[in-house]
């Protein structure tokens, strides 16, 4: 069967189950042994998906159809899958095993990924005993990341996310996190914290993101105006640069002992699992961020191997083609039902919209298909009281991810356990009713006024955790980044590249340099940019001569 064809059956199949309601497919009392698998402590629930088991098999014969396998196989072998900028994707290698090989023209990469985590292992021994100190002699108490995007969300969300796994030797240094390009963020902090403690991570693949460079540019000279020493002594000692960059990091005066190194075949939105993970191994420690690879690497393991037909990864990325191609639903809301994972939705949205938001084909074509949806989401608890008003009585359709653990608190006290009891009860109650609307109380339940109606039908899956642990983690977010390769070969687009990003960076430095010069009369873009930048201009003016 070619692609084509499968893809007219499935359309036909939709259409059949068109008139289908969720409440009708959950009475099979074997749904949902057909439709839930699990690999290690991570159990995939689809039966409140709008669809029946023959349904998974029409998608596995499209997924056939355009060779996933092949391409899967591509993806670890270190192919060129990145088309564009013709290079390999191999966020898979910065968690392979040191025992590992893995040849990619002509070189085996696994030792030099190690090399590069030895590294960073030492400097984070440095740090946590004490031994990296600032210009007054003093330990460093203090880490500061300055990144964006890839190099902030990434390290952010595994570290609010595992807080509680943090070793005693890691209590010493306090962490936090910088992007904003407004300095906002920044200028909040430095006021909070001591110069002669505190140490900058720069993440910067390219060590040109203007975001970054000026936050960096505002720490150093926060830095001067604290110490009379010379700036490259305060640069060697308050500064690491953590970058596929070398020689720009040390042109800005970064010494080669202080910085990190990966590589351009580590997309900014897959590169928390190599060095732009210090952040994450400085707050967890460098065991449990191993566990954190570990965990990613067995969902690896898993998706280049197992039948497709049992696999969590294709699973997932198939039901979100059946949703967005063939059910026409184009919003999807991430709900972990766990405030660890309050940076899950954020961090998800860019590594499906900025991989996936793509209309063009690998062959320059125009896509045919409808892409990536829209993603977002918050706590569940917190989105309950937000909008899951439009996900009950809206006119959207939305498919829903809801992510929770079976344990938490184990050991603690009584009333923590009951509050995790009352975060599982909130969860399974809203995909109950989402999908069974007002049948979920029973027949003749729900009330006879329209305004207080739910309609249900809105499919869901549930991602079941044993519990939230670094190996669950990396093993959670491994298993969206390969949704997302899947998808993308279902819709014949590359996601490792980000070309949509780069216009406006641009455009921004062609601006910054009018507004620098405020010779904004003379600004030649098109008319509303001209307008907007004569009225900047007029009110610093008129600030300017009332001052």
Not at 55 to 79: K, N, R, S, Y
Not at 142 to 149: A, D, L, S, Y
Not at 215 to 222: G, H, K, L, V, Y
Not at 373 to 401: I, S
Request: a negative charge; aromatic letters at 6%.
């Amino acid at each position: 069967m070619n692609s084509d064809t499968a893809w007219q059956a499935l359309e036909a199949h939709a259409a059949e189950l068109q008139s289908r309601h969720l409440k009708d497919l959950l009475a099979d009392s074997g749904r949902f042994e057909s439709l839930n698998y699990a690999h290690e402590g991570l159990l995939l629930d689809l039966s409140r998906q709008r669809l029946l088991p023959q349904t998974v098999d029409q998608l596995m014969e499209l997924a056939h159809a355009c060779d996933l396998p092949g391409w899967i196989e591509a993806l670890f072998q270190g192919e060129a899958v990145n088309n564009t900028e013709q290079r390999p994707a191999l966020h898979t290698a910065l968690r392979l095993p040191a025992s590992a090989t893995l040849q990619v023209a002509g070189e085996d990469v696994v030792p030099k990924v190690h090399a590069n985590l030895a590294r960073m292992a030492q400097m984070v021994d440095l740090l946590h005993s004490g031994q990296w100190r600032g210009y007054t002699g003093e330990a460093i108490d203090t880490v500061v990341n300055i990144g964006v995007g890839g190099s902030d969300l990434g390290p952010m969300m595994a570290c609010r996310a595992l807080d509680e796994f943090e070793p005693e030797q890691a209590k010493s240094i306090e962490v936090h996190f910088v992007s904003s390009m407004d300095g906002s963020q920044l200028a909040a902090l430095l006021e909070q914290l001591n110069p002669a403690t505190t140490l900058f991570i720069v993440s910067s693949k390219s060590f040109t993101t203007m975001d970054t460079l000026a936050n960096a540019a505002t720490a150093r000279r926060w830095l001067q105006e604290a110490s009379d020493l010379r700036d490259e002594v305060l640069v060697s000692r308050h500064f690491i640069a953590v970058t596929a960059s070398p020689d720009k990091a040390r042109q800005w005066g970064i010494p080669l002992a202080s910085q990190l190194h990966f590589w351009d075949w580590t997309g900014g939105r897959y590169s928390m699992w190599s060095t732009i993970g210090l952040p994450i191994a400085l707050k967890i420690g460098i065991e449990n961020f191993q566990q954190l690879l570990a965990g990613a690497h067995s969902l690896d393991e898993h998706f280049r191997h197992a039948p497709l037909q049992q696999n969590l990864p294709v699973l997932l990325a198939m039901i979100g083609i059946w949703n967005i191609n063939f059910l026409d639903i184009h919003a999807h809301a991430i709900l972990p039902y766990d405030g660890r994972l309050a940076h899950l939705p954020a961090y998800l949205e860019q590594l499906e919209m900025e991989s996936n938001g793509k209309s063009v084909c690998r062959d320059g074509s125009a896509s045919t298909h409808r892409t990536c949806p829209v993603l977002w989401g918050e706590v569940g608890p917190n989105a309950q009281h937000a909008f899951y008003q439009l996900l009950h009585q809206g006119t959207e359709p939305v498919m829903c991810d809801f992510v929770v653990s079976a344990r938490r608190y184990t050991g603690q006290r009584e009333t923590l356990q009951r509050q995790h009891q009352l975060a599982l009860a909130n969860c399974l109650a809203q995909a109950r009713v989402l999908a069974l609307g007002d049948a979920a109380l029973g027949a003749d339940q729900g009330s006879s006024q329209p305004w207080q109606r739910y309609r249900g039908n809105q499919p869901s899956t549930v991602i079941l955790l044993d519990e939230l642990t670094p190996r669950a983690l990396g093993s959670l977010i491994a298993l969206y980044e390969h949704k997302v390769f899947v998808q993308s070969v279902i819709w014949g687009i590359n996601p490792f590249d980000q070309w949509g990003v780069e216009l406006g960076k641009t455009m921004a430095t062609q601006l910054l340099q009018v507004l620098d010069s405020g010779d904004h009369p003379r600004a030649s873009f098109d008319q509303a940019t001209n307008g907007l930048l004569a009225a900047i201009g007029a009110r610093r003016k008129d600030a300017g001569a009332s001052s």
